[in-house]
């Protein structure tokens, strides 16, 4: 198999393109590596109401700050879902995550999505990450999706 000229520029983009996929990839690597956006029809249009109010989104480093800071000194428990609308796994949890919402009332559930929060997520490495809080600590982080390892993950933090 010969690599040359094209090639290579062609296998590192399929490459980047399949992190990408598996949500491996966030906005400012994209943006180091020079990959193009690529867009995705909104993942928090749609959304159903929650009748609890305990679903927050942050759209701004400002939000996200505020959110947890609130976290900490409330010493409330809380799931944050470190997300983006370019991410297709992401898109593909956020729905259960915010059905959970509904079923865990005494938890905080907060979506951000890293490109609109970068000063705040630039700990963030991979896409879905979720952080559980207790007592104002973190006291946990998974990284993926999975609805049924989300759901036992959030049992096991409520």
């Known amino acids: 198999m010969k690599l040359k000229g094209k ?14 996929g598996l ?3 966030t906005g400012r690597h994209r943006m180091e590596k020079g990959l193009s956006s690529i867009t995705t029809s909104s993942s928090k249009e749609g959304l159903p109401l929650t009748p609890h109010s305990n679903f927050k989104t942050a759209s701004t480093d400002d939000d996200l700050a505020h959110i947890l800071f609130n976290i900490k000194s409330s010493k409330t428990s809380a799931v944050i879902n470190y997300g983006a609308s370019w991410c ?11 059905r ?18 970068p000063e705040t997520t630039q700990h963030i490495r991979y896409t879905p990450t979720f952080q559980f809080f207790r ?24």
Do not use: Q
Not at 105 to 113: E, G
Not at 142 to 154: F, I, P, Q, S, T
């Open 7 to 20: 090639g290579v520029v062609t296998l590192k983009y399929a490459i980047a393109t399949s992190r990408i």
């Open 23 to 25: 949500g491996l990839i």
């Open 88 to 98: 297709r796994v992401c898109s593909e949890i956020l729905p259960a995550f915010h």
């Open 100 to 117: 959970l919402s509904n079923n865990f009332p005494k938890l905080s559930f907060v979506y951000a999505d890293i490109d609109e929060c």
């Open 135 to 158: 007592d104002g600590e973190k006291v946990d982080e998974m990284y993926g999706a999975g609805e049924e390892r989300l759901r036992d993950r959030v049992w096991l933090h409520s």
